[in-house]
């Protein structure tokens, strides 16, 4: 079964940083990928980065570039994002996400709070 566990969410001011961490279990890094998403209060779920483990290739939505990087680390399963210069509307509650046989899955989130 795969799961997606993540970690690493809290209240920070604005130009601060925080490290998320999505552990993974029941699948192998392959070229699949993973993502993280977030949600802000009313507003929908959007992308924000996602890697390929097997080869490193990575994205970002725009409003992140230079500021948000996503990393993983296949010998422990798990994908860091790292987000540096914080603002208040990176506020959300952050997801890890994968699709590994036409399904969908998800964590549970982490909240990220950035105070003016």
């Known amino acids: 079964e795969v799961q997606l566990v993540e970690s690493g969410g809290g209240l920070v001011q604005a130009g601060g940083s925080l490290r998320l961490s999505c552990a993974a279990s029941g699948l192998t890094f392959d070229d699949y990928g993973i993502g993280w998403f977030r949600q802000a209060p009313g507003k929908e779920r959007e992308g924000v980065s996602c890697i390929r483990s097997s080869d490193g290739t990575t994205y970002y939505t725009n409003s992140v570039k230079g500021r948000f990087t996503i990393s993983s680390d296949n010998a422990k399963n798990t994908v860091y994002l790292q987000m540096n210069s914080l603002k208040p509307e990176d506020t959300a509650v952050y997801y890890c996400?994968?699709?590994?046989?036409?399904?969908?899955?998800w964590g549970r989130g982490t909240q990220v709070t950035v105070s003016p």
């Open positions: 996400n994968t699709i590994r046989g036409g399904l969908n899955y």
